[in-house]
C-alpha cells in the first residue's frame, strides 16, 4: 500500500505545477511578439513534462 504522506505530497506537488501551467498560460495571452510567445510555450511544455512524470510517478505509488 501507498504511504499516505508521499501521496499528499506528490498532490500537493501536482496541484502546484497546475497552476503554473494556468498562470503561464494567463502569462502567455498577454504577450505580444514571436519571441514571448516561443519563450511562454517553452515553459510551458516544461511544465506539462514535469506534471507527466509526477502523474506517473503517483499512479505508481498508488498501485
Known amino acids: 500500500m ?3 504522506a508521499a501521496l499528499i505530497e506528490l498532490d ?8 503554473n ?5 494567463e502569462q502567455a495571452a498577454a504577450f ?3 519571441g514571448d510567445e516561443a519563450f511562454a510555450a517553452d515553459r510551458i ?4 513534462q514535469a506534471l ?9 505509488l498508488a498501485k
Open 2 to 4: 501507498a504511504d499516505p
Open 12 to 19: 500537493e506537488r501536482i496541484a502546484a505545477i497546475r497552476d
Open 21 to 25: 501551467i494556468r498562470e503561464l498560460t
Open 32 to 34: 505580444s511578439g514571436a
Open 45 to 48: 511544455a516544461a511544465q506539462e
Open 52 to 60: 507527466a512524470a509526477l502523474l506517473k510517478e503517483r499512479l505508481s
